[in-house]
């Protein structure tokens, strides 16, 4: 082994403590990034840099990792925190003037801004995040909020109690651009009020997402670029895979839970002349559930249902069957078009069929079922409609189901609900929900708004009563939600 | 050696010299949990050599390696201690016979005590290897228990009162990440985890476990089998695997690999229909796979572990 180049950072005179220092302000950079070290594993990382050659950047680097890290996917987050935060000296002093600059550019713009959003030479009555908005904006968008100030300010009859007036527009136009601009952005942390701390986390929020499967996993499925399609597909399928077999897995006999079975231990036991030497059990039975799938398809709800449906068909392997249906306002029965070849199909022209749906752009035959088999009614409702939830009609989809299908609603089965909420006559939909329950195990719905904007709708909290909702609109959240929802329910209650 | 006063350099050379090629990572945490006396939790894809940790640790140390398999139902029955049920029963049909009564005492003795394996590695005369295999695969409730264990290395029978080990033994714990395992445990481990390895280190592991392979093979193997853990499979090769398919091309008296002789001995490789059919179409092809793969520097890292886009298309 090569003995590494000292690290600079670690030898000074007053060791001991600098060390203790230095490291729980590292640890304190590893939390803000979200990695979960408590103060025991902290006091660990202590006693195991005192043991190893402090000489060397990459034994204190690894000792440093086995302590304070505890997950397989933490490690590279964790080796580039470890990078910035033990850099030389002077690279260090280097990030943290750089990040100042940037701070002052950022400042001087919005100072300017402030004397560029003038009405008749008054300056507009605007919030900071307005004025932050502003500057973020291109070079045209700019230009073109100044002419429309320039020119009513100019206005024929124009005076300054038009102020107000212009004030809402200029506001309400920044707002709107505001909320699409932070969609892309990332959230700010907050600060440590440390400044070399806070360079070396801003240094790392980016490269946290920048592993391409990660940032699939979390990215709003509607958001999920063509060219992504591809791999993401193959990350649902991995995803459904490892999930598959985790839960197959749970159907092996179970030890636990165990009781006497008293008829068979007595009959077994005769030939020992009646002493209980040989015990039977009896174990509960566990059975598969079945899932039933009920997917709106209306407006954007498309891609959302493509990505789900995908996932839950390679599923198959761990459940007992699985049943799906889309609705707009009608409700139609797709199983067979999404169910891919069977097992028994020779492998190669399986192969065959799971590369199409990999080279297939949207996410393959789940695409074909909610382009191809809509029926034309339904069809010319999504199409006609660009609106988000009109001509969704949760209500009689469920009334359809629980009339033309109801022998496929067992005890059993878990029902999985793909929806925004937003439908017609929601009232009578929840009714009618309610009356689904008990015929079912369970009614799981997969949500596709954001948990922040629930309590503007009404129809979740009204839904939200009956049914177990969940957030669900990156692939992360849909995994999450089929392990715990699906998986624990495997063995009855 | 005592395992606490192991040092790194003694570590890797002990752990060569048993034919473990491990990097510096492995022996950084290793050697911490043997100094903190800390049970070392190992994650990674199969066959990366994880359960291997603990047999070379048994072999280095000359000592003894007691298993706990984890399996779901596994509980404290089956891992700590049980009473020898039928054997009490017997006792108490003797002495009845004979007209004696049985008291108490005699019947929850050491003698009806079945040790399972957490409590003959706290009760060992030497400091064991404790490995508790696919750890992972136990339920919750188990884990938690586990973990109280783990913590202070004691255990009580109300039989026979409370049982402190004689020295901490060295625990091995390893996941396949089927399930995740709790902070609590997590928490008290030193945690490592194995990637597939570099083209370089797999090619030390094939030298060292297959000698008699030539060093143009045995590099020919690393850098093919690198490039085949790229693919979109099911399971990637595991070293193990590696190895085999090494031997067998040595049965077959091959000097180097080709695409040929690769899609004809992909099954030792790959052990799924599906994936077998995958890299038989990719040998087949007109891109030569294989010589493709040769051309490749040995720094790079196979197969990335955990969930992944696909590895660079051709």
Known sequence: ?493 | MRPSEATTEWLKTALEGDGYIADQDIIISIYLALRLAKPLLVEGAPGVGKTEIAKVLARVFETDLIRLQGYEGLDENKALYEWDYQKQLLRIQILREAGLAAEESDLFSEEYLLERPLLRAIRAERCPVLLIDEVDKCDPEFEAFLFEVLSDFTVSIPELGTIQARQIPMVVLTSNSERELSDGLRRRCVYLFIDFPSIEKELRIVRSRVPEASEKLAADVARVVARVRELDLRKQPSIAETLDWTRALLALGAEKVDDALLAETATLLLKNRDDVTILREAAGSSDGFVSEALERGLGQVGGPAGVRGPGPTK
């Open chain 1, 1 to 493: 082994m090569n003995p590494d180049p000292p690290s600079p950072d670690l030898p000074t005179p007053d060791f001991a403590r600098q060390l203790q220092e230095n490291l729980i302000r590292f640890v304190r950079v590893l939390r803000h990034l979200g990695l979960p070290v408590n103060p025991a594993e902290t006091l660990d990382a202590l006693a195991a840099i005192e043991l190893v050659d402090l000489g060397r950047r990459t034994e204190v680097q690894a000792a440093l990792r086995a302590t304070l890290v505890k997950a397989g996917n933490q490690m590279p987050l964790f080796d580039r925190a470890f990078d910035l935060f033990f850099a030389r000296p002077e690279d260090r002093q280097a990030r943290v003037a750089e990040r100042r600059r940037a701070r002052e550019t950022r400042r001087k713009r919005l100072a300017e801004a402030g004397t560029e959003l003038v009405f008749q030479g008054q300056p507009l009555e605007l919030t900071p995040e307005q004025i932050e908005a502003y500057t973020r904006l291109g070079e045209i968008q700019r230009e073109r909020l100044r002419d429309f100030l320039a020119e009513s300010s100019a206005g024929n009859k124009v005076d300054r109690k038009f102020q107000p007036l212009i004030e809402s527009i200029v506001r309400g136009h920044l707002d709107r651009l505001r909320r699409e601009m932070d969609g892309e952005r990332r959230p700010e942390t907050a600060s440590t009020g440390d400044e070399s701390l806070d360079t070396v986390i801003d240094g790392l929020l980016g490269a946290a997402t920048e592993n391409p499967a990660d940032r699939l996993l979390h990215l709003d499925m509607k958001d999920i670029a063509e060219v992504d399609l591809p791999r993401a597909t193959t990350l649902i399928r991995r995803l459904a895979r490892r999930l598959a077999t985790r839960l197959s897995r749970r159907y092996r006999e179970s030890h636990k839970r165990r009781r006497p079975d008293m008829r068979r231990t007595i009959r077994s036991n005769i030939r020992h002349g009646g002493v209980l030497f040989d015990l039977r059990f009896r174990e509960r039975k566990v059975s598969r559930p079945r899932l039933l799938l009920i997917c709106d398809v209306s407006g954007s709800m498309a891609r959302y249902t493509a990505f789900i449906l995908e996932f839950i068909f390679g599923l198959r392997q761990a459940v007992r069957g699985v049943e799906a249906f889309i609705f707009s306002e009608e409700l139609e029965r797709v199983t067979e078009l999404v169910a891919r070849p069977g097992p028994s199909a020779p492998p190669v022209r399986r192969a065959d069929a799971a590369r199409q749906v990999v080279e297939g752009s949207l996410a393959g035959a789940a695409r074909r079922v909610v382009e191809g088999s809509l029926a034309g009614a339904a069809r010319q409702v999504v199409e006609g409609s660009r609106v988000w939830g009109k001509g969704t009609d949760l209500g009689a989809a469920l009334d359809a189901l629980l009339a033309e299908h109801s022998r496929r609603l067992t005890r059993d089965t878990v029902v999985i609900i793909v929806s925004d909420t937003k439908t017609l006559g929601a009232d009578k939909a929840a009714r009618i929900l309610a009356r689904l329950k008990p015929k079912v195990r369970e009614i799981l719905w997969l949500n596709t708004l954001p948990r922040v904007d629930w309590a503007e709708h009404r129809t979740v909290a009204l839904f939200g009563r009956t049914v177990n909702m969940h957030e669900c609109y990156t692939l992360a959240h849909l995994e999450r939600v089929i392990r715990l929802g699906v998986g624990r329910r495997f063995r009855p209650a």
